[in-house]
């Protein structure tokens, strides 16, 4: 019979496969890009130090008209509003977004992205389709009953 233990370390391995896939993804996106990202970027980038909630913040703002406030983040986002104010400070910081106030409000901060943020967001929604095209492909080579067995495990254990 397997054991819990068994199932977690299975499910571990696909989760360190998985991002060591998403991590050569990215890489060959970055070499893909027609606008070469600034070095800085493509340093975070290798040294693995560019988050996925960061780019995913930036995919927000970008899906999302290329602005927002920062209180549409924290509503949205499944993120502490602390960890926003980070992410938002270093993708400043490092030139992707940028903070401004409307005509008459200084209160309410708006964050905008900027040219390099929305290569970067690209960056990040291109490194989805293609894993979903990926793990799509192995599905369908894989018996529907095994598929829904493993389904129905999953959901037994959530």
Same mark, same amino acid.
């Given at each position: 019979?397997?054991?819990?233990?068994?199932?977690? #370390?299975?499910?571990?391995?696909?989760?360190?496969?998985?991002?060591?896939?998403?991590?050569?993804? $990215?890489?060959? $996106?970055?070499?893909?890009?027609?606008?070469?990202?600034? #070095?800085?970027?493509?340093?975070?980038?290798?040294?693995?130090?560019?988050?996925?909630?960061?780019?995913?913040?930036?995919?927000?703002?970008?899906?999302?008209?290329?602005?927002?406030?920062?209180?549409?983040?924290?509503?949205?986002?499944?993120?502490?509003?602390?960890?926003?104010?980070?992410?938002?400070?270093?993708?400043?910081?490092?030139?992707?977004?940028?903070?401004?106030?409307?005509?008459?409000?200084?209160?309410?901060?708006?964050?905008?992205?900027?040219?390099?943020?929305?290569?970067?967001?690209?960056?990040?929604?291109?490194?989805?389709?293609?894993?979903?095209?990926?793990?799509?492909?192995?599905?369908?080579? $894989?018996?529907?009953?095994?598929?829904?067995?493993?389904?129905?495990?999953?959901?037994?254990?959530?």
């Amino acid at each position: 019979m397997i054991t819990f233990q068994e199932l977690r #370390q299975a499910l571990q391995h696909f989760d360190e496969a998985s991002e060591s896939r998403r991590q050569q993804l $990215i890489q060959t $996106i970055i070499q893909e890009q027609a606008t070469p990202l600034p #070095q800085t970027l493509t340093d975070r980038f290798n040294q693995d130090r560019f988050s996925h909630s960061e780019m995913k913040l930036l995919s927000y703002i970008d899906n999302h008209g290329g602005e927002c406030s920062y209180q549409q983040l924290t509503q949205e986002l499944e993120l502490s509003q602390g960890m926003i104010s980070r992410y938002v400070n270093r993708l400043t910081t490092n030139g992707l977004l940028e903070k401004f106030h409307r005509n008459g409000n200084k209160k309410s901060v708006y964050l905008k992205i900027t040219p390099t943020g929305q290569q970067v967001s690209h960056i990040h929604l291109t490194m989805h389709r293609r894993e979903d095209e990926y793990y799509n492909q192995i599905l369908e080579k $894989i018996d529907e009953n095994d598929l829904q067995a493993t389904l129905n495990i999953l959901q037994k254990l959530s």
